[in-house]
């Protein structure tokens, strides 16, 4: 199982980038999907998760602004960031729970991480 993360780039303060992650690989089924972000020198930091149901969630800093969404038959997961802030620079990675066989446990599985740079 493999989980491949695209979409990001540089764009200047109020712009927007759509980020991908896509599973491949022997996935019975996968549950929540995340997307993280971390900044040189910062934390690890939530910013958007997406159940299997479609039910998401935001960390504060980016509601209203970023909006998560998945395609459940091609098993990727969206990021569409829009009004973009300096502070939101960081290399954004995704995260999977995925289970590969109908008894088996779920299993966090990583993307690569794509960077997003924010900056005039």
């Known amino acids: 199982v493999q989980l491949q993360a695209s979409g990001g780039g540089s764009v200047q303060p109020g712009g927007s980038l759509r980020l991908s992650c896509a599973a491949s690989g022997s996935i019975f089924s996968i549950r929540t999907m995340t997307w993280y972000r971390q900044a040189p020198g910062k934390q690890r930091e939530l910013v958007a998760f997406i159940t299997s149901g479609g039910d998401s969630n935001y960390v504060d800093s980016v509601k209203g602004r970023f909006t998560i969404s998945r395609d459940n038959a091609k098993n990727t997961t969206y990021l569409q960031m829009n009004s973009l802030q300096p502070e939101d620079t960081a290399v954004y990675l995704c995260?999977?729970?995925?289970?590969?066989?109908?008894?088996?446990?779920?299993?966090?599985?990583w993307g690569q991480g794509t960077q997003v740079t924010v900056s005039s």
């Open positions: 995260n999977a729970e995925i289970r590969v066989g109908r008894y088996d446990q779920f299993r966090d599985y």
